[in-house]
């Protein structure tokens, strides 16, 4: 069974900077989900990715398979992005399976 | 395109009675996977299911258990209700393994 561990925790940071999150499993994967969690409990998917790097507006995904990690990075950080950060990963690298396993998350504050 | 649909979004009922969720993914997702969120435990896997099968089963006990419909929609039901079921539950629509996962609003589920 994959183990998901995410740091930091719990993040806040002043509007501007840039934030990053990272994300380590254990288990060889096919790709690895970055969400977004609101007050309210809504998840919004960020990415889905399994290879290199991908970018949203201010907001970029890294993955290094080899190394089993990845990072969610935010630019010129804004007090909306103040959310909870969630890595996910597929529950096993075996076929068939198509439940996700999840990171503790990330409670990112921005600071006006 | 309309986005998962989680009903009820709030629910309280009383120790011992039982549940059911309901998912309504998005037109085309024949991928259905359901979670469990408690602040203690975080996100949890609680079932998926592919064209009616259920393909995987998280670590659960009995009294929880889903079907889906030949439409794709979802149900799951949670039996003889325990205080610690309280959770927020989500569900999530894929087409298929390794695609987007889009997740619901949630069902917020208070046992007392």
């Known amino acids: 069974k994959n183990e998901v561990e995410q740091s930091p925790q719990n993040l806040t940071a002043q509007e501007g900077e840039f934030i990053t999150i990272n994300c380590s499993y254990s288990?060889?994967?096919?790709?690895l989900h970055w969400l977004q969690q609101h007050p309210g409990g809504g998840i919004v998917s960020l990415f889905m990715l399994s290879s290199g790097k991908k970018k949203h507006g201010r907001l970029i995904a890294t993955i290094n398979i080899q190394e089993k990690h990845s990072s969610l990075h935010i630019t010129a950080s804004h007090p909306r992005d103040s959310a909870v950060y969630i890595c996910a990963v597929p529950l096993s690298s075996g076929g068939g399976a198509d439940g996700l396993t999840f990171g503790k998350g990330t409670h990112l504050i921005i600071q006006p | 395109k309309a986005g998962v649909t989680q009903t009820p979004r709030y629910l309280i009922k009383t120790r011992g009675q039982q549940v059911t969720l309901s998912c309504s993914p998005i037109s085309g997702h024949r991928s259905v996977s359901w979670y469990q969120q408690t602040p203690g435990q975080g996100l949890q896997f609680l079932f998926e299911?592919?064209?009616?099968?259920?393909?995987n089963k998280g670590n659960f006990p009995g009294r929880f258990s889903g079907r889906q419909f030949s439409n794709s929609r979802s149900e799951m039901n949670v039996s003889t209700l325990e205080l610690g079921d309280s959770a927020l539950y989500l569900c999530a629509s894929r087409t298929g393994m390794n695609t987007e996962a889009f997740f619901g609003q949630g069902t917020r589920l208070t046992v007392v």
């Open positions: 288990v060889g994967i096919s790709a």
């Open positions: 299911y592919f064209s009616e099968t259920q393909r």
